[in-house]
C-alpha cells in the first residue's frame, strides 16, 4: 500500500487514474528480485505495463531499497488463493492544474461531464478504462478510440471528461469538442462561404488540434461530401499522431452505408461500448444525482426509480428531476406515492417509443440543451423561440397533429401562432442547409431507423 501512495505522490497521479489502474494491483507473488502484481482485466494488461511498470519498479526500489524487476498477470487466470490484503481507499489529492475557462469553452467541453461524476459499472467499465488511458496517453496508444452505445448511456459524458482530463494535465493542449452535426454545418457554411468562414479556415479549425472528439458518427454517414472532408480529417490528425476520439450508436461494422475506407480506419484503434446499466448501477447513478444535487431522497423511492427505468440514464436522472419539481410545486413529501404518480407517464409497460409530441418536445430539448418546460413556457427569448417553431413544425410533419392540439401542447398558444412558426421554419430550410441538416438529424433522433 505504501508503494501505491508513493507512487501516486510523486508522480501526481489523478484520483480516477489511481482507482483506476493502481488500487486494484495486487502483489501477487516476491520471488528473489522478481514482484508478479496482479491485474484484473486482460484487456488492459497491456496498458498496465507500459504505463505504470517502470513507475512501479522504481517506487518499489525506493521504498524497499531493492533493485528489483515487476510483472503483471491477469488475476483469473492465476490458480485460486489468497492475495495481500487490498489497499485503503482513503485517496490522497494531489495537486492539479488549474485548467483556464476559456480552454474548457474553446474545447466545448460541458464542465458538468467529467470522471469524477461518471458512476462505472459492469456496462461501462471498458469504455471507462479505455477513456481513461486515452485520456492519460493521448494520441499514443489506441488510436483512434471508438466508443458505441444506445441513447442516453453516458458516451458524450465520457468524451467531455477525456477533453477535461486532457486540458488539466496539459493546460496548452488544442481540444476540441464537436458533434457531427456542428461538423457537418460548418462544412456546410465553409463551402458557401458564409460569415467569412472559408474552407481553408475549416481545415485549420479541424486539422489544427491535439485531440478532436466527434460525437454521433452516425448523423455524417451517407453524406458524401461530409465523410470526404472528415476521412481527410481523419487522416491528416493521424498521420500527425493527433488522438481522434468518435462516438456513434454502432459499431463501425454495423454501419451499413460507411464508406469501407472510413470503417477500416475506424477500426484501426480501441472499438469500447456501452450497455444498459445493470440495477445496481442505477442505484449508484442516483445516488451519485441526489448527492451531486444536494437531495435527500427515500431509498424506498430511489429503488423505484431504478426498478422501473431501465434502458437510458438520461431517463433516470430526468425522473429523479421529475420527482423533485412535482413535489415542490405541490409541497409535498417525496414518497414512492408521489414518485408513482410523476412517472405515470414515463414508465410504459412495453418501452415501445410511438412518435408523440411529448417525444418530439423532449428531443428537441435535449438537442438544444433546455427543457421541455422551457419549450411550453411562455419565454421569449431566441434560445427558446426558435427550438420551440422547430417543435411546431416536426409535430405537424412527424406526427400529423392538428395545429390547436400543438398549440396546446405549447403551453396553450393559439393556432395563428403555430401556423405562423411552422411557415418560418418551412421558409429556412429553403434557404438554409445547415437547418435542414439539423431537421434531418432530429428526425433520425425522434425515429431512428
Ligand atoms: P449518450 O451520449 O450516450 O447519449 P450522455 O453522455 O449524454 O449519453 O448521458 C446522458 C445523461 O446520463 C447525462 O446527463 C450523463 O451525465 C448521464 N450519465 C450517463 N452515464 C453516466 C454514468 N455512468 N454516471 C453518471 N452519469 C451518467
Ligand atoms: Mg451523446
Same mark, same amino acid.
Given at each position: 500500500?505504501?508503494?501505491?501512495?508513493?507512487?501516486?505522490?510523486?508522480?501526481?497521479?489523478?484520483? /480516477?487514474?489511481?482507482?483506476?489502474?493502481?488500487?486494484?494491483?495486487?502483489?501477487? #507473488?516476491?520471488?528473489?528480485?522478481?514482484?508478479?502484481?496482479?491485474?484484473? +482485466?486482460?484487456? &488492459?494488461?497491456?496498458?498496465?505495463?507500459?504505463?505504470?511498470?517502470?513507475?512501479?519498479?522504481?517506487?518499489?526500489?525506493?521504498?524497499?531499497?531493492?533493485?528489483? #524487476?515487476?510483472?503483471?498477470?491477469?488475476?483469473?487466470?492465476?490458480? @485460486?488463493? $489468497?492475495?495481500?490484503?487490498?489497499?485503503?481507499?482513503?485517496?490522497?489529492?494531489?495537486?492539479?492544474?488549474? /485548467? #483556464?475557462? *476559456?480552454?474548457?469553452?474553446?474545447?466545448?467541453?460541458?464542465?458538468?461531464?467529467?470522471?469524477?461524476?461518471?458512476?462505472?459499472?459492469?456496462?461501462?467499465?471498458?469504455?471507462?478504462?479505455?477513456?481513461?488511458?486515452? $485520456?492519460? #496517453?493521448?494520441?499514443? =496508444?489506441?488510436?483512434?478510440? &471508438?466508443? !458505441?452505445?444506445?441513447?442516453?448511456?453516458?458516451?458524450?459524458? %465520457?468524451?467531455?471528461?477525456?477533453?477535461?482530463?486532457?486540458?488539466?494535465?496539459?493546460?496548452?493542449?488544442?481540444?476540441? !469538442?464537436?458533434?457531427?452535426?456542428?461538423?457537418?454545418?460548418?462544412?456546410?457554411?465553409?463551402?458557401?462561404? @458564409?460569415?467569412?468562414?472559408?474552407?481553408?479556415? &475549416?481545415?485549420?479549425?479541424?486539422?489544427?488540434? +491535439?485531440?478532436?472528439?466527434?460525437?454521433?458518427?452516425? &448523423?455524417?454517414?451517407? @453524406?458524401?461530401?461530409?465523410?470526404?472532408?472528415?476521412?481527410?480529417?481523419?487522416?491528416?490528425?493521424?498521420?500527425?499522431?493527433?488522438? =481522434?476520439?468518435?462516438?456513434?450508436? @454502432?459499431?463501425?461494422?454495423?454501419?451499413?452505408?460507411?464508406?469501407?475506407?472510413?470503417?477500416?480506419?475506424?477500426?484501426?484503434? %480501441?472499438?469500447?461500448?456501452?450497455?444498459?446499466?445493470?440495477?445496481?448501477?442505477?442505484?449508484?447513478?442516483?445516488?451519485?444525482?441526489?448527492?451531486?444535487?444536494? !437531495?435527500?431522497?427515500?431509498?424506498?423511492?430511489?429503488?423505484?426509480?431504478?426498478?422501473?427505468?431501465?434502458?437510458?440514464?438520461?431517463?433516470?436522472?430526468?425522473?429523479?428531476?421529475?420527482?423533485?419539481?412535482?413535489?415542490?410545486?405541490?409541497?409535498?413529501?417525496?414518497?414512492?406515492?408521489?414518485?408513482?404518480?410523476?412517472?405515470?407517464?414515463?414508465?410504459?409497460?412495453?418501452?415501445?417509443?410511438?412518435?408523440?409530441?411529448?417525444?418530439?418536445?423532449?428531443?428537441? $430539448?435535449?438537442?438544444?440543451?433546455?427543457?421541455?418546460? +422551457?419549450?411550453?413556457?411562455?419565454?421569449?427569448?431566441?434560445?427558446?423561440? !426558435?427550438?420551440?417553431?422547430?417543435?411546431?413544425? %416536426?409535430?405537424?410533419?412527424?406526427?400529423?397533429?392538428?395545429?390547436?392540439?400543438?398549440?396546446?401542447?405549447?403551453?396553450?398558444?393559439?393556432?395563428?401562432?403555430?401556423?405562423?412558426?411552422?411557415?418560418?421554419?418551412?421558409?429556412?430550410?429553403?434557404?438554409?442547409?445547415?437547418? *435542414?441538416?439539423? =431537421?434531418?438529424?432530429?428526425?433520425?433522433?425522434?425515429?431512428?431507423?
Amino acid at each position: 500500500d505504501d508503494i501505491l501512495f508513493n507512487l501516486k505522490e510523486e508522480h501526481e497521479i489523478t484520483d /480516477v487514474s489511481f482507482k483506476t489502474w493502481l488500487l486494484p494491483l495486487k502483489v501477487y #507473488s516476491v520471488n528473489g528480485e522478481k514482484v508478479i502484481v496482479t491485474v484484473p +482485466d486482460v484487456e &488492459f494488461l497491456g496498458y498496465i505495463r507500459k504505463k505504470y511498470g517502470f513507475l512501479l519498479k522504481i517506487t518499489i526500489e525506493e521504498v524497499t531499497g531493492f533493485e528489483c #524487476s515487476v510483472d503483471f498477470v491477469v488475476e483469473n487466470q492465476l490458480p @485460486k488463493e $489468497a492475495a495481500s490484503a487490498p489497499a485503503g481507499n482513503t485517496l490522497i489529492t494531489n495537486t492539479i492544474n488549474p /485548467v #483556464s475557462q *476559456s480552454a474548457i469553452i474553446t474545447a466545448n467541453l460541458n464542465p458538468k461531464y467529467i470522471f469524477d461524476t461518471f458512476v462505472v459499472g459492469a456496462n461501462n467499465n471498458l469504455a471507462h478504462a479505455a477513456s481513461l488511458a486515452v $485520456a492519460e #496517453s493521448p494520441g499514443e =496508444i489506441y488510436n483512434p478510440l &471508438f466508443i !458505441y452505445g444506445g441513447v442516453g448511456l453516458g458516451k458524450t459524458h %465520457l468524451m467531455h471528461s477525456i477533453g477535461h482530463f486532457i486540458l488539466k494535465n496539459n493546460p496548452a493542449a488544442k481540444v476540441l !469538442y464537436v458533434t457531427s452535426e456542428k461538423f457537418t454545418n460548418e462544412l456546410i457554411d465553409a463551402i458557401r462561404n @458564409k460569415n467569412n468562414f472559408s474552407p481553408t479556415e &475549416f481545415r485549420e479549425k479541424y486539422r489544427n488540434n +491535439d485531440v478532436l472528439l466527434i460525437d454521433d458518427i452516425q &448523423f455524417i454517414i451517407g @453524406k458524401e461530401s461530409t465523410q470526404e472532408e472528415f476521412f481527410h480529417t481523419f487522416n491528416a490528425l493521424y498521420e500527425a499522431k493527433k488522438q =481522434i476520439i468518435i462516438s456513434s450508436d @454502432k459499431p463501425p461494422k454495423e454501419i451499413e452505408t460507411l464508406e469501407e475506407r472510413l470503417r477500416s480506419r475506424f477500426e484501426w484503434g %480501441l472499438t469500447v461500448d456501452i450497455q444498459s446499466p445493470d440495477y445496481e448501477t442505477r442505484m449508484a447513478i442516483l445516488r451519485k444525482k441526489e448527492e451531486m444535487e444536494g !437531495y435527500n431522497i427515500d431509498n424506498e423511492v430511489i429503488k423505484y426509480i431504478a426498478t422501473n427505468i431501465k434502458s437510458n440514464i438520461r431517463e433516470l436522472e430526468g425522473a429523479l428531476t421529475k420527482i423533485v419539481a412535482l413535489s415542490r410545486l405541490d409541497n409535498k413529501e417525496i414518497t414512492v406515492e408521489l414518485a408513482e404518480e410523476a412517472l405515470k407517464d414515463i414508465i410504459s409497460p412495453n418501452d415501445k417509443r410511438e412518435v408523440t409530441p411529448e417525444l418530439v418536445i423532449q428531443v428537441v $430539448a435535449d438537442h438544444y440543451g433546455i427543457t421541455p418546460l +422551457d419549450i411550453s413556457s411562455q419565454k421569449r427569448n431566441k434560445e427558446i423561440v !426558435y427550438p420551440r417553431q422547430i417543435v411546431m413544425y %416536426l409535430c405537424r410533419e412527424m406526427v400529423g397533429t392538428p395545429l390547436q392540439m400543438i398549440g396546446k401542447y405549447l403551453g396553450g398558444r393559439d393556432h395563428t401562432t403555430i401556423i405562423h412558426g411552422i411557415e418560418k421554419i418551412t421558409a429556412e430550410m429553403n434557404k438554409n442547409d445547415t437547418l *435542414s441538416n439539423t =431537421i434531418e438529424i432530429l428526425k433520425k433522433k425522434i425515429s431512428p431507423q
